[in-house]
């Protein structure tokens, strides 16, 4: 079945620092993928997202590219903030059997120190 | 901007009461998903609903049900809560399509004592 592996935390960097946050996965179709963040307190937020392969997803200067050889989406920032500790979780949907479903990683937590 | 908003950010219930977690989304969005998250197991699936009066069981069903009477409304009931059913409840939804993302709730934090 499908699934997604992401390295596991808490990753504990300085600020300016560069981020990786590792992510793999494994699917029998085409599938999309995508990175959320979930702060304290908070629900699951859409960082990035890409739908096919070679695809660079961004936002907020955090990047991922969607790479089918290595079947990997991994996360990037080549700075981080204070302001960017929070939980990030890799996800991938795919059309299995008609209906969409949402794989998740377990989550990566993130602490930024100032 | 998608909103998805649920009934109650913190709950605490008694064991084996009968307990309901609502989620209402505003745009319009054909699919709506429950998910529990506890520390080191991430998200998991409990139900979810592609149409209304439509559901499919998730990775997680036992102990729970779900209702979609309207579109926009899609809720969560604990039949008999237990102690283990404490969790953070997350309610999302989406468009049909693979490359869609979810939009997620901000959660329901559900003691059962």
């Known amino acids: 079945g499908n699934s997604v592996t992401q390295m596991e935390g808490p990753v504990t960097l300085s600020e300016e620092a560069f981020l990786t946050i590792n992510c793999t996965y494994t699917?029998?179709?085409?599938?999309?993928l995508f990175w959320y963040v979930q702060y304290p307190g908070e629900g699951l937020q859409l960082l990035l997202k890409?739908?096919?392969?070679?695809d660079k997803g961004s936002n907020k200067g955090f990047e991922a590219t969607y790479r089918k050889e290595t079947t990997s989406f991994h996360l990037e920032k080549g700075s981080v903030q204070v302001s960017d500790s929070a939980v990030y979780f890799c996800?991938?949907?795919?059309?299995?059997?008609?209906?969409?479903?949402?794989?998740f990683g377990t989550g990566t937590r993130l602490k930024v120190l100032a | 901007d998608v909103k998805v908003t649920q009934s109650s950010r913190y709950l605490v219930k008694r064991t084996g009461e009968k307990v309901f977690l609502e989620c209402v989304q505003d745009?319009?969005?054909?699919?709506m998903f429950w998910y529990r998250q506890d520390p080191g197991l991430g998200l998991r699936l409990i139900y979810f609903s592609y149409d209304v009066k439509m559901k499919e069981k998730g990775d997680i069903p036992e102990g729970y049900s779900v209702s979609r009477e309207k579109k926009e409304r899609f809720s969560l009931i604990l039949e008999s809560a237990s102690t283990n059913q404490t969790s953070m409840y997350l309610c999302?939804?989406?468009?049909?399509?693979?490359?869609?993302?979810?939009?997620f709730g901000p959660g329901t934090r559900l003691t059962v004592t």
């Open positions: 999302a939804s989406s468009r049909s399509g693979v490359s869609y993302e979810q939009y």
């Open positions: 996800a991938l949907s795919d059309a299995g059997s008609g209906t969409y479903k949402y794989i």
């Open positions: 745009m319009d969005h054909e699919n």
């Open positions: 890409a739908t096919k392969a070679d």
């Open positions: 699917a029998t179709g085409y599938p999309s």
